[in-house]
Each structure stands twice: as structure tokens, then as C-alpha cells.
């Protein structure tokens, strides 16, 4: 299946950048872009129906991936349709997802459940193997 459309953000430093590929009979609206971020609503232009998508490749620096989730929030806040958020977060929910984990990534995580429970969102959690 060949992907005629695109839209990439480039990497920053040793963060790996997203890239989001589509073909000709998806339609994508590219909403916002962050350095973290490609927000888009997708559908398949037989109806008006579709869902918001947010590919997500979060930094691997707590400070920096804090503006991920202040971006996330502001998104939240100003919709009202289907949204799937996908990715990359750099973060777990619970401490079986990780070996070895220390106290200050642990601290890192909680902004990731806060911002889960603030907007209720659900993990739809892995079904392939937890440690890639």
C-alpha cells in the first residue's frame, strides 16, 4: 500500500520525531503541531463522521515532556468528539511495566495518570510484549 500524504516533525536531539503517513482515500486535517505532538482529525470522506488523533512521541526529559501534557490538556479542553491519543508517552501507570524502576522516574509517571484521570481517558493497554 503506497502513502501519497504525510506530515513528519523532525527529531530533537536524541528524540526520535513522528512521522504520520495516509493514503489517498483517508482524509486528514492536520489541527496542531508541538514538537511532541501531531494532532490531526482523521475520517474517510464518505461521511462527516470521524475521530481527533494525537500521534504522540514524548520526550524522554520530564521537564520537557511537562509541556506535552499542558498541550494534551489544552486539547482536551477544547473538544467534544471522538479522540485517540497513540504513541510513545516516555512514561508507565503502574510499576509492573517497568524492572527496576527508581523514585524518580516513578515521580515522572504521575503527571502521565493525572493527566489520564483529569480528562477520563482510558489505557487501552498492550497486548504484545510489555518490554520492547
Known sequence: ???SNSCSIGTNGFSGGIWVLWSDNVIVNILGLHSQVV???VSNGQSSSGFLYSAVNANTHRTT???LWDYLNSVAN????PWLIAG???SMLDMFERIGCAATFRNGCAYFKEFLF???LLDLDCCMSHFT
Open 1 to 3: 500500500m503506497a502513502y
Open 39 to 41: 494532532h490531526m482529525r
Open 65 to 67: 515532556r511537562c509541556l
Open 78 to 81: 477544547s473538544i467534544d468528539e
Open 88 to 90: 510513545d508517552f516516555n
Open 118 to 120: 483529569t480528562n477520563g
